[in-house]
């Protein structure tokens, strides 16, 4: 008996390791529907404690219009079932999975749920579907323009020396600017895939500046745009790519030459990292193109960030703009360990950040592993 009694004992212990170590969470239900047992897991998911769990009806538990149905279900017809609930307070989605236990009894194990949290997998599923949409929106966009203006030459246009100088004008810009999404979206792609190295070399950063300023000069002098710095003296050396870093401020600079009207401002400033502000690493440098353009509204700023967003889709567009430049900004600046922002530039404008972090002896953070970014 007594050896009954430890194997059973042992199996218990057994089965709890196995429930506490779950990721997902598990929830065993009787034949009426009362919880006999949830694990860490599901408590974290749901916010509840076991000891107050058991013994309740699940409809008690969980406010739930959709699981409480889903349930009743399950009970009156235990058999393999599954659905997906999004949780109103948190926004996670769960798929559950119910299995019947064989329990017809008080106490009984009758059906074990087991919840996936698969919001990161439909937030994913939600991106690419959306990259493909503004993929085929983007590219359909000129290719369209073309299309029509080949046609109106075929039809007649081409005997109007003015128009159809005009249109083949047109239908080259419109080409350009389809060889412009598809070389940033070949340039994007190689870099989240780790196709692309960063070299790891010292940078003096009034140089860096200085590269960056004379790529967009003329662009700059042409619009009336006044370009200044601000680079404070005895900064260090920072280690990393110089010619992606001359990319990631020439296409901040681009940007606020595109979204600053004619005779603005636009400043590049360098300088360290303010102490309090440091996550997580102990020194680093800031640099920043701020402009006095028209600026970016507060709930946009988070998202600029992401391919093809656009605040002004049409006036983007207008301007040239493929709607990647951002994305590519990110993923360069994360692949030097560091991290960019957009922020207010008061009294009006917008000012991009460059946070790369260094050492004390002012040297980036080593990344021996580079060039895998995620």
């Not at 560091?338 to 404008?349: I, L, Q, S, T, Y």
Request: net charge negative; charged share 25%.
């Amino acid at each position: 008996l007594q050896t009954k009694i430890d194997e059973l004992s042992e199996d218990r212990a057994q089965l709890l390791a196995v429930l506490t170590s779950m990721v997902e969470g598990v929830m065993v239900l009787d034949y009426r529907g009362h919880v006999l047992q949830v694990n860490p897991a599901l408590e974290r998911m749901f916010g509840i404690s076991r000891v107050d769990a058991r013994g309740r009806p699940c409809t008690d538990l969980f406010r739930h219009q959709q699981f409480n149905e889903f349930t009743a279900i399950i009970l009156r017809s235990p058999a393999h079932h599954q659905d997906e609930i999004v949780l109103p307070l948190t926004g996670r989605c769960l798929q559950i999975e119910a299995s019947p236990a064989g329990g017809k009894r008080e106490n009984e194990a009758c059906v074990v749920l087991v919840f996936h949290d698969i919001t990161d997998l439909r937030r994913l599923e939600k991106i690419r579907k959306d990259f493909v949409a503004n993929v085929s929106h983007e590219l359909r966009t000129p290719l369209t323009s073309i299309k029509g203006y080949v046609e109106a030459l075929l039809d007649g246009a081409k005997d109007d020396p003015v128009a159809s100088i005009n249109f083949l004008d047109i239908i080259l810009k419109q080409s350009d600017r389809l060889n412009l999404i598809i070389e940033d979206l070949l340039e994007l792609s190689k870099i989240e895939s780790g196709g692309i190295s960063f070299k790891e070399e010292p940078i003096e950063l009034r140089s860096l500046v200085e590269r960056a300023l004379s790529v967009v000069k003329p662009i700059a002098d042409k619009n009336r745009h006044h370009l200044t710095t601000m680079i404070d003296a005895e900064l260090p050396a920072v280690a990393g790519d110089e010619g992606r870093l001359v990319q990631v401020l020439t296409n901040l600079l681009d940007n606020a030459i595109k979204y600053t009207p004619e005779g603005g401002t636009i400043t590049v400033g360098a300088t360290r990292a303010p102490l309090e502000k440091l996550e997580p690493h102990a020194n680093a440098i800031d640099i920043s193109v701020a402009d006095t353009g028209i600026g970016i509204p507060e709930q946009d700023r988070p998202r600029v960030f992401e391919r093809f967003y656009r605040v002004d889709k049409a006036r983007s567009r207008e301007l040239g703009g493929t709607g990647l430049g951002l994305a590519i900004v990110k993923h360069i600046v994360e692949g030097h360990g560091g991290h960019v922002w957009v922020e207010a530039n008061r009294p009006w404008g917008s000012r991009f950040v460059v946070r790369l972090p260094i050492n004390p002896e002012g040297q980036l953070l080593a990344r021996r592993d580079k060039p895998q970014i995620s």
